[in-house]
C-alpha cells in the first residue's frame, strides 16, 4: 500500500482504491499537490471543519469518487452533487474494494457555507482496502482508543500532534501505546503557528513506550 502525506489531516492512499482523507488542499500551506492533479476513487472525511472537509466535495465531483463521511455531511454533499455515502459512529461502509468505519473522536464540527453554522459529530475512520488504517481525525486523547485498537488492530495509526485543538505530542505518544498499530504517522502540526509542534518529540516519547513512528515530510510518499 502507498501512503503519502499532503501536509495538515489529508492523506492520499492506494490500496485496493486509491482515496483521499480530509482533503485540505486550497489554503494548506503545506500542500504542494495540485487540486487538478488529484484522482481518487473515494473521498473520506472525518468532519466538517474546513481544514478537513476542504475541498472535498469538488474532488469528489471532478473524479466521480464516492464522498463517505457521518451522514449530516454526507446529506449536504449529495445537495451539491456530490455522490455520497453517509455512516455514523460505529458503523461503515463498503465502497468498492474498501470498507470504511466510523469511530468516536473528541472535538467540535461544523459545515456549511459559514463553516460553523451547523455542528455535526466529528469522527475518526477505520479505512480497510488491503491495509488497515485509523485516521483519528481532530480528537482529544480518550480511552476507548484502546477498543479501536482491539476491534479493528490497524496496521497504520494517523495520530494529531498539532495540541491547541487536538492532542499534542504527549497525549498523541500515549494513544500510540493503547492502538498498538504497527506504525504510527504524526499529523496536523505546523500547518500554522498555533500548531507547531516537534514531532520528534512525538516520536521518541512514543517509542519510549515501544510504539514504532514513522514522520513524513509534506508531499513524502512511503510504501507500507
Ligand atoms: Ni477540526
Ligand atoms: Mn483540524
Redesign the pocket.
Same mark, same amino acid.
Given at each position: 500500500m502507498k501512503l503519502k502525506w499532503l501536509g495538515h489531516s489529508c492523506f492520499i492512499i492506494e490500496g485496493n482504491d486509491k482515496i483521499i482523507i480530509d482533503p485540505f488542499i486550497t489554503g494548506n500551506p503545506l500542500c504542494s499537490e495540485k487540486l487538478d492533479n488529484i484522482s481518487v476513487d473515494i473521498v473520506a472525511i472525518t468532519?466538517g %471543519?474546513g481544514?478537513?472537509l476542504g475541498d472535498g466535495i469538488e474532488i469528489a465531483k471532478k473524479n466521480d469518487a464516492t464522498l463517505v463521511a457521518i451522514h449530516e455531511i454526507a446529506q449536504y454533499a449529495a445537495g451539491k452533487g456530490a455522490k455520497a455515502e453517509g455512516i455514523n459512529m460505529g458503523g461503515g461502509v463498503k465502497v468498492k474494494n474498501t470498507e470504511i468505519i466510523m469511530t468516536p473522536a473528541w %472535538?467540535s464540527?461544523g459545515l456549511d457555507e459559514t463553516n460553523f453554522a451547523i455542528a455535526t459529530c466529528?469522527a475518526g475512520l477505520i479505512i480497510n482496502s488491503g491495509k488497515v488504517i485509523y485516521h483519528a481525525g481532530?480528537t482529544a486523547l480518550f480511552s476507548d482508543m484502546k477498543l479501536i485498537g482491539e476491534l479493528y488492530k490497524p496496521d497504520i495509526a494517523l495520530l494529531p500532534i498539532g495540541g491547541r485543538?487536538t492532542m499534542d505530542a504527549k497525549q498523541a505518544a500515549m494513544a500510540a501505546e493503547w492502538i498498538k498499530a504497527r506504525v504510527n504517522i504524526p499529523m496536523h502540526y505546523n500547518t500554522f503557528d498555533v500548531i507547531k509542534q516537534d514531532p520528534n518529540e512525538f516520536k521518541s516519547l512514543a517509542e519510549e513506550k515501544g510504539a514504532e513512528v514513522i514522520i513524513l515530510r509534506p508531499g513524502e510518499e512511503i510504501e507500507i
Open positions: 468532519h %471543519h481544514d478537513h %472535538h464540527s466529528p481532530d485543538y
